[in-house]
């Protein structure tokens, strides 16, 4: 079979799919607008596309956002022609939909099923927005406006779409009753065989290429938080403002903290944060005359990192805090429970769906700094309960969130059916 994949920064959430099904003799095509290097990857076949323009200057704010998606969404159309006249012809689409990209393929190829990757529906209550009044939302009904015109690249889909993958319950809740019963809900996987305990495990730590590496191995105190970006979206203000407090009650404690200095999800800074570039550079500011430099020195952000050194901090980790907002689950949780780290996390829906309280980690306010100092202290006090939230946590992974055995062969299946009811239209 002919399977076109559709992705702004492929693979994303097709990273094992895609080449699953090249194993299993398709051929995969793959939309980007990524530059590549190479034409192929994992027998994938990479089919670039182009922008023919950019956003109009000064066009109203509320509808920037889609005319980008359809500046996109004609590329991605105009691409697509072509493979149709080099005679290419799919018997399924999969799209990831946020960029707008799979738009107009219906009118490339009518009959074809087009399945969707159902991410995010965006809500202008019981999610993300308005949920941390430390941010309040600027002109509430006029946002509502802006979200609603937001979503117009999913109604638009909902027009078209054959059916609908989504990686939680919790977001595909996200998404309007009539849509929502063609969602099947499969997450995109963990490889929980790569991703396990290990006792042995040593990583080298330094501030400075002049310094002498910190080794630290499972007999230290390892506290860990993964962001992609450190920003309030995923907790990291309220991480950081426990710092001095939980520093000072673990006085042998390591804190290590990943993720990069952009944004990934909310809005960045701005100037009046004591003149920050970063939250990052923000929340440092706020919390560092509470201090000492001798406690500073524990504190390691070590950006954004490879895999090949993300997995031993995973192992490492004593405890590992994720926090927040009622948003995308990100794949960092699952994969610190599959490493059987002791998970302190924040009592937000997309968690409760993955740990249950006391069981497979301990649930905080999102708001509660002293809670969450509280939790982490109690596990770092208590090897028997880490023990055991950790074994829980990684049964949970395994489970539930297992590539091999659970997430792939249901990604395949929903694939299949998608082409079983193609053929069946044709």
């Known amino acids: 079979m002919n399977l076109l994949f559709i992705h702004q920064n492929f693979p994303g959430q097709f990273k094992h799919l895609a080449p699953a099904l090249v194993q299993r003799g398709h051929r995969v095509v793959a939309l980007t607008l990524q530059k590549v290097k190479d034409t192929r990857w994992q027998g994938v076949e990479f089919v670039p596309y182009v922008l023919r323009q950019g956003s109009t200057p000064g066009a109203h704010p509320w509808v920037v956002d889609f005319e980008t998606k359809i500046i996109r969404a004609e590329g991605?159309?105009?691409?697509?022609?072509?493979?149709?006249?080099?005679?290419?012809?799919?018997?399924?689409?999969?799209?990831?939909?946020?960029?707008?990209?799979?738009?107009?393929?219906?009118?490339?190829?009518?009959?074809?099923?087009?399945?969707?990757?159902?991410?995010?529906?965006?809500?202008?209550?019981?999610?993300?927005?308005?949920?941390?009044?430390?941010?309040?939302?600027?002109?509430?009904?006029?946002?509502?406006?802006?979200?609603?015109?937001?979503?117009?690249?999913?109604?638009?889909?909902?027009?078209?779409?054959?059916?609908?993958?989504?990686?939680?319950?919790?977001?595909?809740?996200?998404?309007?009753?009539?849509?929502?019963?063609?969602?099947?809900?499969?997450?995109?996987g963990i490889d929980t065989q790569a991703i396990q305990p290990n006792p042995k495990v040593r990583l080298k730590l330094r501030r400075n290429r002049s310094d002498v590496p910190l080794t630290l191995t499972r007999d230290d105190e390892v506290i860990t938080f993964v962001n992609r970006n450190l920003e309030p979206m995923r907790g990291c203000h309220i991480f950081m403002r426990a710092l001095p407090s939980l520093l000072k009650a673990r006085p042998e404690a390591q804190v290590i903290i990943v993720g990069g200095d952009g944004v990934s999800y909310g809005a960045e800074p701005?100037?009046?944060?004591?003149?920050?570039?970063?939250?990052?550079?923000?929340?440092?500011?706020?919390?560092?005359?509470?201090?000492?430099?001798?406690?500073?020195?524990?504190?390691?952000?070590?950006?954004?990192?490879?895999?090949?050194?993300?997995?031993?901090?995973?192992?490492?980790?004593?405890?590992?805090?994720?926090?927040?907002?009622?948003?995308?689950?990100?794949?960092?949780?699952?994969?610190?429970?599959?490493?059987?780290?002791?998970?302190?996390?924040?009592?937000?829906?997309?968690?409760?769906?993955?740990?249950?309280?006391?069981?497979?980690?301990?649930?905080?306010?999102?708001?509660?700094?002293?809670?969450?100092?509280?939790?982490?202290?109690?596990?770092?006090?208590?090897?028997?309960?880490?023990?055991?939230?950790?074994?829980?946590?990684?049964?949970?992974?395994?489970?539930?969130y297992d590539l091999n055995t659970v997430c792939l062969p249901k990604q395949l299946a929903w694939v299949e059916a998608l082409t079983e009811q193609n053929h069946k239209k044709g």
């Open 76 to 188: 991605a159309f105009r691409a697509c022609l072509k493979l149709k006249e080099q005679g290419f012809e799919p018997d399924a689409i999969i799209a990831h939909p946020g960029w707008g990209e799979s738009l107009f393929l219906k009118e490339v190829w009518p009959k074809v099923r087009l399945g969707i990757f159902c991410e995010f529906f965006y809500l202008a209550n019981g999610a993300d927005t308005g949920f941390d009044p430390e941010f309040p939302v600027e002109d509430v009904a006029g946002n509502n406006c802006r979200l609603r015109l937001k979503n117009l690249n999913n109604y638009m889909h909902f027009d078209f779409a054959d059916a609908a993958i989504a990686p939680t319950v919790w977001q595909a809740s996200t998404f309007p009753v009539p849509f929502r019963s063609k969602i099947t809900v499969v997450h995109d």
């Open 270 to 400: 701005t100037i009046e944060k004591n003149g920050a570039a970063s939250w990052k550079e923000v929340f440092i500011n706020e919390v560092r005359e509470q201090i000492p430099d001798a406690d500073w020195a524990r504190v390691h952000f070590v950006g954004q990192v490879s895999y090949a050194n993300f997995l031993p901090l995973l192992q490492l980790s004593s405890v590992h805090v994720y926090w927040t907002y009622p948003f995308v689950l990100s794949w960092s949780l699952i994969e610190a429970m599959s490493a059987g780290a002791a998970i302190v996390a924040s009592d937000t829906a997309p968690v409760r769906e993955i740990i249950r309280h006391g069981e497979s980690g301990l649930l905080v306010d999102f708001f509660s700094i002293d809670d969450l100092v509280r939790s982490i202290c109690r596990l770092l006090d208590d090897p028997q309960t880490r023990q055991r939230l950790g074994a829980a946590a990684r049964r949970t992974a395994i489970t539930g």
